[in-house]
């Protein structure tokens, strides 16, 4: 790897995280709940390197591995954002009805 | 860098956009299910890009994977809203276990090809760390959350010397797994010790200290993302790793404040173990009160603030609250909530459970936002609460909780508090709230008790 690539990568680690503490100091107490649950499905991203791993079946275990990897990521991926929406769904200003 | 890469890449940017906004949406309740699309649009948009990766030979795996993933999730995603702390913990877990995996595999495939390299190896040895150690710590923690491990800490000698020790060894030998990265033989060691230190970093912790726990965890799943991201050298990865990361961090930091303790105090400390000797102290005269009792004086009052714990996600008695809640607005009575960012197992527990009971969350108020409108309450109702509306916690240096912010109830004109018995909370520490002159126990299960409270009101109002 360049140096240039491991200090361009350090850049955005260090700009994503000022960004995630001003986001996240903005989110209303109500929803911390959802909140992790949500951020929970968004790093879920890991998924992206997983299914290289997977596909690229380099050997039998790298294949193996990486598809469990998979497997883990997408779970999260898809309860994380499904129940999250199910929670917000009732958060509600007034009651119904 | 041919055009699919160039279109990957370009996915990867609007994904990590599409996730700012994400969280940003979440800041009010208003916009927040335009954040969840937001989010899923982010996801799928990375995840196509990805398939595009011209090193992807096959896809019959990542299929059967996907699906796979697809049929566990559905399911968790539609476990009753009590449960929610330990399926936050088991996608922690998921979500380490990933980490390390494809640290692992990178590992291998790096050694066997001969291109690994000190910053590679020292980020491979993070993200392994850092995963393994959050899969089986969270799995521990879903464990206790479930109650298929003792919730109660579990402590031994020398603990926290030994957890250390063991971190120390995990460590030291990734250091000098980095100094000479062909000595592979150092990382199945590496990988064992973070499986055994995550287990025995959340033994000693108890039920109560969960909240914290569960953020710590959450921070570290971020984190492990974001070394699996330097790994891979993509910075989509990064950046959603940190916004994990960050959020976790200010979720612990936020619970930590509410019971004034450190971090390192909620995961060495060891709470209910060392304030169950307490618990001895000998009890102190309390009056109780019937349904009936309690209904009367509610009729009579024009404020009223319930306080829900733990013990009413432990009862499911929110839909009982609701229905009080409902029954004391229609008498023009005003009723609100107050919420101890601590109470429950998870940050925001409570607030998603009244939610699910259809409780406007615009009756919904934070401790510091109440406790000066205390004074002026005629009401308080605590439901399943303890440690957070213990006065003692403002005035008794011996105490364990001295320092902890509270809610103010005993400020109240009448307290009721909804208890089974006079058995101490989860820390061990004796109540003075219950004895206090204002402070009526209603005692049996709070789901039953408030049933009867709500019938003696509805019963009432054809009368009045």
Not at chain 2, 61 to 74: D, E, N
Not at chain 2, 165 to 184: C, E, F
Not at chain 2, 317 to 330: G, S, W
Request: charged residues 15%; proline residues 4%.
């Amino acid at each position: 790897m360049h140096t240039l690539d491991l200090w361009s990568m350090l850049f955005v680690f260090m700009l994503a995280t000022f960004v995630g503490f001003q986001v996240i100091q903005n989110v209303s107490r109500l929803l911390h709940t959802p909140l992790m649950s949500l951020t929970n499905a968004i790093s879920a991203i890991a998924i992206v390197g997983s299914i290289i791993i997977a596909g690229e079946e380099k050997t039998v275990l790298s294949t193996v591995i990486g598809a469990v990897a998979v497997a883990a990521s997408m779970t999260n991926i898809v309860s994380g954002f499904l129940i999250t929406d199910r929670m917000l769904k009732m958060f509600r200003e007034r009651k119904p009805r | 860098m041919s055009l699919v890469d160039h279109l990957t890449q370009a996915t990867y940017l609007a994904a990590a956009a599409l996730f700012i906004f994400s969280l940003r949406w979440l800041s009010t309740p208003k916009t927040a299910r335009q954040g969840v699309m937001a989010g899923v649009a982010g996801m799928t948009l990375a995840i196509v890009g990805t398939l595009l990766h011209p090193e992807i030979v096959s896809y019959r795996w990542i299929l059967v994977a996907l699906v796979v993933g697809t049929a566990i999730g559905v399911p968790l995603s539609w476990v009753p809203l009590t449960a929610v702390p330990q399926r936050t913990a088991l996608s922690h877990a998921f979500g380490g276990l990933a980490a390390g995996l494809v640290g692992t595999a990178k590992y291998m495939l790096w050694l066997q090809d001969g291109e690994l390299t000190a910053f590679r190896t020292f980020a491979i040895v993070v993200e392994v760390l850092l995963g393994y150690l959050t899969f089986t710590g969270s799995l521990m923690a879903a464990g206790k959350l479930q109650e298929v491990l003792p919730t109660r800490p579990i402590t031994y000698k020398n603990q926290n010397v030994i957890n250390l020790l063991l971190l120390a060894i995990a460590i030291g030998s990734g250091l000098y797994l980095v100094a000479r990265p062909d000595t592979w033989q150092l990382f199945p060691i590496v990988v064992v010790l973070s499986l055994l230190f995550g287990v025995l970093l959340i033994l000693p912790i108890g039920g109560a200290d969960m909240p914290t726990v569960i953020s710590l965890l959450n921070s570290y799943a971020g984190l492990s993302a974001v070394a699996m991201g330097f790994v891979l050298e993509n910075k989509v990865l990064i950046t959603a790793g940190a916004l994990d990361g960050s959020s976790g961090f200010i979720l612990s930091v936020i619970m930590c404040k509410a019971m004034n303790r450190s971090f390192s105090n909620v995961l060495f400390g060891a709470f209910g173990q060392v304030a169950a000797v307490q618990a001895a102290a000998e009890a102190k005269a309390v009056k109780s009160a019937t349904p009936r009792d309690v209904a009367d004086i509610l009729e009579n009052a024009s404020s009223v603030v319930v306080i829900p714990g733990y013990g009413m996600a432990v009862a499911q008695a929110q839909h009982r609250v609701r229905e009080l809640y409902d029954q004391l607005t229609k008498r023009g009575i005003e009723c609100r909530f107050a919420i101890h960012p601590v109470a429950g197992r998870m940050p925001g527990h409570m607030n998603v459970l009244l939610a699910e009971a259809e409780v406007p969350y615009t009756a919904l108020s934070e401790m510091d936002d109440i406790n000066p409108d205390m004074p002026q309450v005629d009401v308080a109702i605590v439901v399943g609460a303890n440690d957070v509306v213990n006065p003692a916690a403002r005035h008794d240096k011996a105490s364990p909780i001295f320092g902890m912010p509270i809610i103010n109830a005993d400020k109240a004109k009448t307290v009721i508090a909804i208890k089974r018995t006079m058995n101490p909370g989860f820390a061990g520490i004796e109540n003075e709230l219950y004895s206090g002159d204002n402070c009526l126990m209603a005692f049996g299960d709070a789901k039953a008790v408030l049933g009867e409270i709500v019938k003696a009101l509805s019963g009432d109002a054809g009368i009045h």
